[in-house]
């Protein structure tokens, strides 16, 4: 029987490959879901009992979240990625480390091929392929979904008539949770002009009451919550989340350009990931410099970009990683924040490095190393390029 690795999720469409691979095509289907910080040790088990259930040889959950940290988010912070100004990038930075963790683990199990349950309407699709053909060698790439154009009801009949009569019942809203945030997926999301109506969001409102709490960061990551210092990151970004959520914050949606050229509309929940940008941002204002900063962001721009388009694997995005993580050496301080229902303020910062403390002057109240005099000078030479253009072209 040929061997082929299965990125499994427990769904409905992964759960129709397994019994649709072993039945159809005798392939001999072991599971794997690679999880980025999106599964508690409870659905592990539960997803590895299904997938045996339906036939698959075996079940395997592979751990990815601190590989995905250091090798994704780090950036997307030193970045401080939005992707249009809005979106964290929460749940599509992680397929490409999924295709990546599920590719380790085909070539240690000496597989033949490799599947996903990816439809064709959407950007996984592309995401799981360019990194299953690039690094893949000579692995088949299965897809039953996208191949066969199924619609849910038939998988559903598939699935009964294999004697397997789960509850298939469709979620209103799809859920795809992670580290980095929560993607949200509904009705109201396929069209223009509805937001999504206040029980589709995961993390509902629980706290009326502000809270101010403190990030510390250390070149760049943040290693410590309300003085608790954490080992990893990750476990940091989690305690952020479990504070932040209860009141409901980081909602929006976002609207796109997908890898396949049409438009895209999605809700996301990240309450941690919002308050890390935006506090990691402000701490750069005050401790880098103005062409540090300018720089930064068309690259971390770019670098966002290149990833949702699944381009990872260019050597580019290592030589923009080695830009943004030199420049973090300066970001090191506390950041304040006041948690409020739906909303966060930015209190302001405290640092060794802040520039704001120079003994040069205060912006709007006094010079102390130049004078008036200084200043007309410099802004007599700043303008002759002016003056020039202008009385040579507008005389």
């Not at 979240?65 to 994704?72: D, F, H, I, N, V």
């Not at 937001?195 to 629980?206: D, I, K, V």
């Not at 750069?284 to 966002?304: D, I, V």
Request: net charge negative; charged share 20%; with cysteine.
């Amino acid at each position: 029987m040929s061997k082929v690795i299965l990125a499994y999720s427990g769904g409905l469409d992964t759960s129709f490959c397994v019994k649709y691979l072993t039945q159809e095509k005798g392939m001999e289907v072991h599971a794997v879901t690679v999880n980025t910080g999106g599964f508690s040790a409870a659905q592990v088990e539960e997803i590895g009992q299904k997938a045996l259930a339906l036939g698959a040889v075996s079940y395997h959950c592979i751990d990815a979240l601190e590989s995905y940290y250091q090798r994704c988010v780090k950036y997307l912070i030193f970045g401080n990625v939005l992707r249009n100004n809005t979106y964290p990038l929460s749940v599509s930075a992680e397929r490409t480390f999924q295709a990546l963790e599920i590719i380790k683990y085909a070539r240690t199990a000496g597989a033949k091929a490799v599947a996903h349950g990816s439809t064709g309407a959407g950007n996984d699709q592309v995401r799981f392929d360019l990194i299953f053909s690039v690094l893949g060698d000579e692995l088949e790439i299965i897809t039953p979904i996208r191949d066969m154009k199924l619609s849910r009801q038939a998988e559903i009949e598939y699935l009964q008539a294999q004697g397997v009569d789960w509850t298939w019942e469709k979620a209103k809203y799809s859920i795809n949770q992670g580290i980095w945030g929560t993607s949200v997926g509904g009705a109201e999301t396929l069209t223009s002009n509805t937001y999504l109506p206040e029980s589709a969001w995961p993390s509902q409102l629980e706290k009326q009451t502000s809270e101010i709490v403190s990030l510390q960061f250390e070149q760049g990551e943040l290693k410590a919550v309300n003085e608790q210092v954490f080992t990893h990151a990750v476990e940091a970004i989690a305690h952020l989340q479990s504070l932040a959520a209860p009141y409901a914050i980081g909602r929006d949606i976002h609207v796109g350009d997908t890898i396949i050229g049409i438009k895209g509309r999605v809700g996301f929940e990240a309450a941690a990931p919002m308050i890390i940008l935006k506090s990691h941002h402000l701490l750069e204002k005050h401790t880098l410099t103005k062409w540090q900063q300018y720089w930064k962001e068309q690259l971390a721009n770019w670098y966002g970009m290149m990833l949702h388009e699944a381009q990872f694997l260019d050597p580019v995005m290592r030589n923009i990683e080695s830009f943004l993580a030199d420049t973090q050496t300066p970001v090191s301080g506390k950041v304040l924040v006041k948690l409020l229902p739906y909303r966060f303020e930015i209190q302001g910062i405290e640092s060794k490095n802040d520039l704001m403390q120079g003994k040069f002057g205060q912006y709007g109240e006094i010079n102390k190393a130049w004078s008036g005099e200084d200043v007309k000078g410099f802004t007599k030479i700043l303008s002759n390029h002016l003056k020039i253009q202008q009385q040579t072209q507008h005389g």
